[in-house]
């Protein structure tokens, strides 16, 4: 905490929020208001953070993620539960791999030349050197995690929890080994599992070749490839069985154009006739639904595009060239041999890397495997019965329609850096062995000739088990028993597949339980155009930057109001810029309260009496605003809360009270009515700071150090949150305020429209057409006074006539009249006019001279002639408005 002597009543009159917000996070963290211990005695709210990759920096998807995260986690931490918010980082196999690879090729070598164990020593100094970059970016955020509690997916706990899940896994016959067409990624050289695949729709081509029909000379069956280079892995030709135009040829054999390879032509209600031509080559190495057909089919698997998208020896001549640069060359081969047909446009979707955007390549591989159709059910039922909900609920159904058409997962990736697989092959008598501990030789021929599988586990393995391995899983720890399951999942949409899903599966297979109550879907920041974020596009907005510029309360606003749960957000400069105004009337006001309480007796109580229609007022409407913004945020309607915290602060409390309460503040006559005035001052702005804590942390820690507060709380962040006082609510006093403060309004309006000067004086005439509100204006004149420069105010009798030459204006219960006398002088106000007329009269005489003119009537476009017309009806409209007016204030 600050030194007694930074502490006072006077802030600083700019508000820089550099120079106080890394100062309060120290504070915090080093009073470790964020950490938690077990406490049985209290109710617990935790929280995990979605890990970002160790090779990660904040952008503006976290720093959304995380702001949702933090006003969740204030908010309880205030309410009085045994709060935990859990930070981390995940170790991201390939993403991580690559960045380290890179430096390698820099250097002018690579893993293979250091060995697996000298590039995981590079790995690991490179996490180093750089993991904790986004840990740090996160706390000038202000996220208020458990920094104690701190986990990575490759610590020793969180390994030891992979390596108990897989081997159980494998023990229940769900985690096997097979050889299966997988998405393989040419430029990250490892396997990916279909979610990791983002389809695409491009412009492509349809090829159709002809296939000859061995043994019958000129006799050819047409099929259409989007892929004619994966025709040197062509085992057969599969047409429908229903299709009448091939009947007569299934069964029989047909040749492999420049290859020469016999191929069976079959029949598979896969195919659809109306494609192509009907017929359509297999490749069952090389296609997810070619390689189901030559299961069924007992075809031959022959690979011809490698790992590194090169074309194998089975290309023949091609071999060794690109699988782009040889489908090139082979059409141009197939046109000059006369197999190709024709070529027409096709638009297609194509799948790339999620990761490094490269076209997939479906390659037939041996990996390793999870079954997940059991683990599936229960995942859909804990959704389906209520366990786990979605918010906003209509993610339910995008979970469970995934869940309920989901395929095995593959897990292995060929990779070095990650949790590697613990399973052992033995040289000798061939058997696999997968076990919890380092194995050294084979457990069934006793043989020291054993290796470990190369690969290691998809990363999305470790992180599915993050909400209960983070507590201390597989141990029973107290941490495990008090805070899992954890409360809430904040996450974006885009990766409930990856994430959300198999969290699910995972807990409640080995959690025993669901990972957590609720999941709180939000979703991505766009730019001003729509578009997603991306470093192509160059569109991205560091967080960093506007949090150095701005401060992280006003980011944190920002993010947050305007935003419903679910939607994407478009960032506006602008709505940075309202954000920093809104923190800059919250500073402004602030200061000027905090120059009244010098000398303010804390001790001093009002009674009923004391307290004025304005005070009941605001404290009436501080408890419904305090009542909607827990209501809104148990809902998760976080930027609904900010909406009504701002509407408080700036038009209620700001535009409306502190004015209200100006006169008493400066009448030295007064002091008990001063004194309420400082009370309710205090009350509020002590009781608002602790509602916007949770959206503006820094702000309200910096002011609220300076409120009078209970002595209780060392800080902001740990003292109790504000509940809506029954006690102060008045319906009657909102009304009756409401009244008055219209009326303000339409009398300022009704001066603005005659240009009256601000510090002129006039008089008010009200007509009460609901007699109760007479004897709330007769009590409370002084208002209008103050704020509508009224001088004097007249209550009309309920039958006394209606003012001549005065405006009017309308409001619930009143009526409101400004006699134009007083309002206005009259000398100046129709020497003005005179001026306006006599230009409205130049012009009248200039148009009606040229629409005279016979010259420029003939010459003229018509177009030209009507708008001139147009002119002078406008200008003689005018004239008269002026003339009446003119002759409205001869009258006065």
Request: hydrophobic content about 35%; some cysteine; proline content about 4%.
């Amino acid at each position: 905490m600050p030194e007694k002597e930074e502490l006072g009543n006077n802030i600083p009159k700019v508000y820089d929020p550099q120079s106080f917000e890394k100062k309060w996070y120290e504070f915090w963290e080093k009073n470790k208001f964020f950490h938690a211990e077990v406490d049985k005695s209290k109710k617990p709210y935790s929280m995990v953070i979605p890990p970002p990759n160790v090779t990660g920096q904040l952008h503006m998807g976290h720093a959304l993620d995380n702001t949702l995260q933090d006003i969740l986690i204030r908010y309880h931490r205030m309410q009085g539960y045994n709060t935990v918010w859990i930070p981390g980082c995940d170790h991201a196999g390939i993403a991580t791999q690559a960045k380290v690879e890179g430096a390698l090729r820099k250097e002018g070598t690579n893993r293979y030349e250091l060995g697996r164990e000298k590039f995981l020593e590079r790995v690991w100094d490179w996490k180093e050197k750089f993991g904790s970059r986004i840990m740090f970016q996160l706390r000038s955020l202000g996220s208020s995690l458990d920094w104690d509690r701190e986990r990575f997916t490759m610590d020793e706990g969180c390994s030891r929890a992979v390596r108990e899940v897989f081997v159980s896994l494998y023990e229940k016959g769900l985690i096997y080994q097979g050889t299966r067409i997988t998405n393989w990624c040419p430029s990250c050289n490892t396997a990916i599992s279909d979610i990791e695949v983002e389809h695409e729709t491009e412009q492509g081509h349809l090829w159709h070749l002809r296939y000859e029909v061995e043994g019958e000379p000129g006799k050819y069956v047409e099929i259409a490839t989007t892929r004619p280079e994966t025709m040197f892995g062509d085992t057969g030709v599969a047409v429908h069985p229903d299709d009448e135009r091939y009947k007569d040829l299934v069964g029989k054999t047909l040749i492999l154009p420049i290859v020469g390879r016999r191929i069976p032509l079959f029949a598979d209600e896969y195919v659809d006739k109306n494609f192509g031509t009907g017929a359509v080559k297999v490749t069952p190495a090389h296609d997810p639904n070619d390689f189901e057909m030559g299961q069924r089919h007992h075809l031959e698997e022959i690979k011809v595009i490698g790992n590194t998208g090169k074309m194998l020896e089975g290309a023949g001549k091609y071999a060794g060239m690109d699988r782009y640069e040889c489908r090139k060359a082979l059409v141009k081969e197939l046109e000059e041999t006369g197999v190709l047909v024709s070529v027409e446009e096709h638009e297609h979707s194509v799948g790339h890397c999620s990761r490094c955007h490269s076209t997939i390549e479906p390659l037939v591989s041996k990996q390793w495997f999870v079954k997940m159709e059991g683990l599936a059910k229960p995942a859909i039922e804990a959704v389906k019965d209520g366990r786990i909900q979605f918010v906003p609920e209509r993610f339910t159904k995008t979970y469970i329609n995934w869940l309920e058409n989901i395929r095995d997962w593959c897990i292995s990736r060929q990779l070095w850096w990650g949790h590697r697989i613990p399973a052992w092959y033995c040289d000798d008598c061939g058997a696999t062995s997968v076990s919890r501990t380092d194995l050294t030789k084979c457990p069934h021929c006793g043989s020291h000739h054993i290796h470990q599988d190369e690969d290691v586990l998809d990363t999305w393995f470790s992180s599915g088990l993050w909400p209960f391995e983070t507590f201390g899983w597989p141990d029973k720890t107290p941490e495990l028993e008090q805070f899992y399951p954890t409360a809430t999942l904040v996450t974006g949409y885009d990766i409930i597949f990856f994430w959300v899903a198999r969290m699910v599966m995972m807990g409640l297979e080995f959690g025993k339980d669901i990972p957590f109550h609720h999941v709180f879907i939000h979703g991505l920041v766009r730019d001003s155009q729509g578009r997603k974020m991306s470093k192509s596009l160059g569109n991205g907005i560091d967080p960093v930057e506007v949090i150095e510029k701005y401060g992280a309360d006003t980011l944190r606003f920002m993010l947050i109001t305007g935003n419903t749960p679910g939607n994407d957000m478009r960032f506006y400069w602008e709505r940075v810029e309202s954000a920093r105004n809104f923190a800059n009337k919250i500073w402004n006001a602030s200061r000027y309260m905090l120059m009244n309480f010098e000398g303010f007796d804390k001790s001093f109580k009002p009674e009923a009496a004391d307290f004025t229609l304005a005070d009941k007022w605001i404290l009436s409407r501080y408890a419904k605003t305090a009542e909607g913004v827990t209501k809104s945020l148990d809902n998760f309607e976080l930027g609904e809360a900010g909406r009504m915290i701002y509407e408080f602060i700036w038009n209620e409390f700001c535009d409306w009270y502190i004015e209200l309460t100006k006169a008493r503040l400066y009448d030295k006559e007064n002091e008990r009515a001063k004194n309420t005035a400082l009370y309710v001052l205090s009350y509020v702005l002590e009781h608002t700071l602790r509602l916007l804590h949770p959206f503006m942390p820094f702000l309200t820690e910096e002011i609220w150090q300076k409120v009078p507060h209970d002595a209780q709380w060392k800080s902001i962040m740990i003292a109790d949150w504000p509940t809506a006082d029954e006690a102060l609510r008045d319906d009657a006093a909102e009304a009756q305020m409401t009244a008055i403060m219209e009326t303000i309004k339409t009398v300022r309006n009704l001066r603005a429209e005659v240009g009256a000067a601000p510090g002129h004086k006039s008089e008010v005439m009200l007509h009460f057409t609901e007699s109760s509100l007479r004897p709330v204006f007769a009590e409370n004149e002084g208002y209008l006074k103050a704020l509508a420069a009224a001088e004097p105010v007249t209550l009309l009798a309920d039958d006394a006539e209606k003012p001549e030459n005065a405006m009017a204006g309308v409001v619930g219960g009143v009526e409101i009249y400004l006699p134009l006398k007083g309002l206005i002088d009259v000398e100046r106000e129709t020497a003005r006019l005179q001026k306006e007329l006599d230009k409205l009269e130049k012009e009248i005489k200039r148009l009606t001279g040229k629409l005279s003119n016979e010259g420029f009537l003939k010459k003229a476009p018509e177009a030209v002639v009507a708008k001139e017309r147009e002119k002078l009806a406008g200008y003689e409209e005018k004239k008269q408005a002026v003339e009446g007016r003119i002759q409205d204030l001869a009258k006065l």
